[in-house]
């Protein structure tokens, strides 16, 4: 049987991805490793759900808790426009290096679900660094899963996060372009 380290961003993400391998006949385990998220209570909120949602679906997990935030700082400071690259090179990274210590057959990610995420640069970095490690990139495109795996995700009660995770999708998500008032600038 095929043995896939699942990186895991959260666990509305992981639904589809966990179903979809699961059908195929193929031994999960999920692995949150996720430095990017901002503010560490959001990754506090996100780990915990993916640990409740793990359990109660029997997938087996391993949580790397550490938060090197300051380390996703440094490598995308004054390259803001290519953030998305260094964090999925990043925890993808980190993700082949423990699938090919842990004798795992191949590693994938749960990225690979959302729209919202750059799908041919992420199959690029998993490529890339599956050379670099010796082990494979289990590629697929779970995009068709994400709007059930939503619904499910709601009905589950399941935290479901605002933005992609970092400082910066955070800034995207919520500020447009606001300007002080009159007032604001005459304090």
């Known amino acids: 049987m095929l043995r896939v380290l699942l990186h895991t961003c959260c666990a509305p993400c992981s639904i589809y991805p966990v179903k979809y391998l699961r059908e195929k006949g193929i031994d999960i385990y999920g692995y949150f490793y996720n430095p990017n998220i901002h503010p560490y209570t959001e990754f506090e909120k996100r780990r915990e759900t993916m640990e409740n949602y793990a359990r109660e679906i029997n997938l087996k997990m391993i949580i790397d808790s550490e938060y090197p935030l300051e380390e996703f700082l440094q490598g995308v400071v004054y390259?803001?426009?290519?953030?998305?690259?260094?964090?999925?090179?990043?925890?993808?990274?980190?993700?082949?290096?423990?699938?090919?210590?842990?004798?795992?057959?191949?590693?994938?990610?749960?990225?690979?679900?959302?729209?919202?995420?750059?799908?041919?640069?992420?199959?690029e970095i998993g490529e890339t660094i599956a050379d670099k490690y010796g082990i494979p990139f289990y590629y697929t495109n779970f995009r068709p899963g994400y709007r059930e795996a939503?619904?499910?995700?709601?009905?589950?009660?399941?935290?479901?996060?605002?933005?992609?995770?970092c400082i910066y999708s955070e800034k995207e998500r919520y500020y447009r372009g606001r300007r002080p008032s009159e007032t604001e600038v005459n304090r």
């Open 150 to 165: 939503t619904v499910l995700s709601r009905d589950l009660g399941m935290y479901r996060q605002q933005y992609c995770g």
């Open 79 to 123: 390259r803001e426009a290519k953030r998305c690259r260094f964090c999925y090179s990043l925890r993808l990274e980190r993700a082949a290096r423990v699938a090919k210590k842990g004798g795992f057959d191949c590693f994938s990610t749960t990225l690979l679900v959302s729209p919202y995420q750059k799908h041919e640069l992420i199959r």
